[in-house]
């Protein structure tokens, strides 16, 4: 059994060696052509386009989201998914790598389905648009995309090698505030100050922060305070986010921060409404069993990875995924440690030599992986019994 994986992940990892350049060039085609959230048509087609080319039952345009898609192959259980992203940010073209994403994905597909006829069960590359603006998988995930998978996994570019990723569950909230225009001089006191509402709610947030978790974030900005000095504002806006380790948390905090706008909406008089974005973020659920089959493939291709302790970054709607089924979102080193996600210069290392063997290695590992949760039922229980057991 143990000769048979090592032939099948053998193979695997000769399958993504011989398309390598296709990856390669497909994977620059997406960083020189920048989409950003659901605006991903040229990504989306080409991914869709190449997937076909190769074979895979390619269904375009899936739960609603033109740019969304699923590429199958094999047949029935047990199901392990490839996630790609592929969209852009404003201003920084590829500056989080979802060109690695998408292109890895569709490389482990490709190194899986090579061999699910031997193993049994199907692979799939779901193409989930709009990471960074929307949270696709939210949407999706509403829609069943995931239901039925006993595995999914999604390997992001970074500056380091970490399997075990701690994402926090976001919340994002818009508030405005309400007031009454008025001569600021020479009838101030006739006016109601929305402007004064929104920077008292601002202090308050930043005053709670002292008394939250050190892992929990609350974060945002004014994007209406006032037209004109002469004027009491009657409105004011901005946007903020509330992040925490864990979804029960995220509640706790976001009840704390609408307390601080209320006691700003109290203090001036103005009126205060407020929405929760629809599509929050769930806390990133890493299943360790998964995780650790990763870690063990990913070191034989001399990466080795140290982050069990590593503190929770940004957020994901990875996480929502993970709170339906099994599910790994590690990351791959590309960069530098210095450089950050988000940024001109980790767009440019997403196009560099280290980001084609980031690609290339995050392939190999979860095509290996796939493997492993496909011919190994003692795997799946382990996995299927932490998933149930996790909160
Ligand atoms: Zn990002
Ligand atoms: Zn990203």
Known sequence: MTDDRERLKALAAEEVEAHRQEFIELSLRIHDYPETALQEEKASAWLCDYLESQGFQVERGVCGLPT????????????????????????????????????????????????????????????????????????MARQGAFDGLDAAMLSHPGSRDTVYSRALACASLEVEFFGKESHAAARPEAGINALDALVLAYNAVAALRQHI?????????????????????????????????????????????????????????????????????????TNRSLADAFRANLSTLGRQTSDRASRATGSTDMGNVSALVPAIHPTIAVAPPEVSVHTREFAACAASEDGHRGLLDAARAMAMTAIDVLIDPDLRRRMKEEFLASP
């Open 68 to 139: 969304a898609f699923r590429a199958t192959a094999g047949r029935g259980e047990p199901r392990v998914a490839f996630l790609a992203e592929y969209d852009a940010l404003p201003g920084v073209g590829h500056g989080c790598g979802h060109n690695i994403i998408a292109v890895s994905a569709v490389a482990a597909g490709l190194g899986a389905r090579r061999v699910v006829d031997s193993t049994g069960g199907s692979v799939c590359v779901i193409g989930t648009p709009a990471e960074e603006a929307v949270g696709g998988k939210v949407l």
């Open 213 to 285: 978790r050190s892992s929990a974030r609350v974060h945002g900005v004014i994007t209406d305070g006032g037209q004109v000095a002469n004027v009491v504002p009657d409105h004011s806006a901005g946007n903020f986010m509330v992040r925490a380790e864990d979804d029960a948390y995220l509640e706790e905090m976001k009840a704390k921060v609408i307390a601080c706008f209320e006691a700003g909406a109290r203090a001036s008089g103005a009126r205060l409404e407020y929405r929760w974005s629809e599509n929050q973020l769930a806390a990133m659920r």
